[in-house]
């Protein structure tokens, strides 16, 4: 691998429309697997292809815990970085999305220190029994709001989302705008998937409180 792959800022014409014309149809119809194998064989077109497909979830991902819009940029060049010179070491176990995402939390938090934002804690991880009440209680209640429904308007949503911390808004915006599965939110975020169930749970609920508060 000779150069690494600018990744472009969402809203520039590159970043919307897919890149460059040849490189996606010489490597587009591939699966994540072969262009990974590729890739580590020192195929730049299968690496670019990658962050094509994977750059617009890595801005959600840091956009989730970081409020600046040029230290997402930033956060989302060196992902592309390490991961460029780490994909050689990657054995493909996990699938290189959560892989890649995992790299896009770490660099967010690493970034966090650096800056002194005091580290949050989380509580124990919760058993499977709590997990269950907690999601009896939801579904009982009958759910939160659909956040992705909200995007049309998107100020609404970081008005509703900023009294959050950083890593529940985060599991929010991975698990009700980008679509994770509360497993693969668990791989990125190294938690027990009960407890992601469980801060989920909680921050629809101060989301709802804050809502009806409105009058919304």
């Excluded at 040029?70 to 956060?75: A, G, L, N, P, S």
């Excluded at 949503?157 to 509360?182: P, S, T, W």
Aim: hydrophobic share 40%; aromatic share 6%.
């Amino acid at each position: 691998m000779a150069r690494v792959p600018k990744v472009e800022p969402l809203g520039s014409p590159a970043g919307q429309a897919g890149g460059k014309a040849a490189a996606a149809k010489a490597a587009g119809g591939l699966d994540d697997r072969e262009l990974v194998r590729r890739a580590q064989a020192e195929d730049q077109e299968a690496f670019e292809e990658l962050i094509r497909r994977h750059q617009h979830r890595v801005f959600a991902v840091a956009g989730g815990i970081l409020r600046r819009r040029e230290d997402v940029e930033d956060i989302a060049q060196q992902v592309f970085v390490k991961a460029y010179f780490s994909l050689k070491r990657f054995d493909q176990r996990a699938a290189f999305s959560t892989w890649l995402y995992k790299i896009t939390v770490n660099e967010c938090w690493d970034m966090l220190r650096k800056k002194k934002v005091r580290p949050l804690v989380y509580e124990s991880d919760l058993s499977e029994e709590q997990a269950r009440q907690m999601t009896a209680v939801e579904e009982k209640g009958g759910g939160g709001p659909d956040i992705s429904d909200r995007l049309e308007a998107r100020q609404r949503v970081e008005n509703l989302l900023e009294d959050l911390d950083e890593r529940d808004r985060l599991m929010l915006i991975l698990k009700e705008v980008e679509g994770f599965a509360v497993e693969e939110i668990a791989q990125i975020m190294d938690l027990n998937a009960n407890t992601v169930k469980v801060r989920l749970f909680r921050a629809r609920r101060r989301i709802i409180h804050k809502v009806r508060k409105r009058g919304e």
